[in-house]
């Protein structure tokens, strides 16, 4: 069996969406004068690896709490478009977790990377939609920019979005267990997350 873990690393130096929140992650204890570590960490919702609920652009679009569990875990599967964002989904399943890897995430920590982003395209989004994928995501930060009308599609049929997820050059064209944990937050339009994929062999 082998894990790889495809989420992106929380420190000071993570990258934030511009006029977002910028974490705060500090040392509130040490065992030299209080007996134990504990740090105080302060971030967005929308910080980090993340998931994207439909109430994050929607009104009346569900929140991460109205989905289950089973929702966030399921058949994964990475599809390569750094070169043709118009890829094939002829291996797209019915509920599954599709990734697409677009190199942009070897970006981040410079002022690229809120730059020229690459995006979800209608017709993809549409054809995602028609395989009736569960969620989708890429080692991006969005999948699309203002007004966020890829958003509101995928979010309009319960499709979740996962943002900001690393390593999946390691999964390109193989299929994998994928497991998408959440912090479990009340009421939440989103939340960071543990995302992993596991292969069998």
Same mark, same amino acid.
Do not use: W
């Given at each position: 069996m082998k894990i790889f873990?495809?989420?992106?690393?929380?420190? $000071?130096? &993570?990258?934030?969406?511009?006029?977002?929140?910028?974490?705060?992650?500090?040392q509130t204890a040490t065992i030299e004068k209080d007996g134990w570590n504990e740090k105080r960490i302060s971030f967005s919702s929308h910080f980090s690896t993340h998931i994207d609920a439909p109430f994050h652009m929607l009104k009346e679009g569900k929140k991460l709490t109205d989905f289950k569990m089973d929702k966030f875990i399921g058949e994964g599967i990475v599809i390569d478009t750094k070169n043709n964002p118009?890829? +094939?989904? #002829? $291996?797209?399943?019915? =509920? #599954?977790?599709? /990734?697409?890897?677009?190199? %942009? &995430?070897?970006? *981040?920590? +410079?002022?690229?990377? /809120?730059? =020229?982003?690459?995006?979800?395209s209608k017709l993809? *989004?549409?054809r995602?939609?028609?395989?009736?994928?569960k969620i989708v995501g890429l080692d +991006? /930060?969005?999948? #699309?920019? *203002?007004? /966020?009308?890829? %958003?509101?599609?995928?979010?309009?049929?319960?499709?979740?979005?996962? $943002?900001?997820?690393? =390593?999946? $050059?390691?999964l390109i064209g193989?299929?994998?267990?994928?497991?998408?944990?959440?912090?479990k937050i009340k009421d939440a339009d989103g939340a960071p997350c543990r995302v992993i994929g596991i292969i069998d062999e």
């Open positions: 873990d495809l989420t992106m690393m929380i420190d $000071e130096q &993570t990258p934030v969406f511009p006029d977002s929140l910028k974490q705060e992650i500090k118009e890829p +094939s989904l #002829d $291996e797209v399943k019915q =509920n #599954d977790i599709v /990734f697409f890897y677009t190199e %942009h &995430t070897k970006k *981040a920590g +410079s002022e690229e990377f /809120f730059k =020229n982003n690459p995006t979800i993809l *989004a549409q995602l939609i028609d395989k009736k994928v +991006s /930060f969005t999948p #699309d920019n *203002a007004p /966020f009308e890829i %958003h509101k599609l995928f979010f309009k049929h319960d499709i979740l979005i996962v $943002e900001n997820l690393v =390593n999946l $050059e390691k193989k299929r994998f267990k994928c497991y998408i944990l959440p912090l």
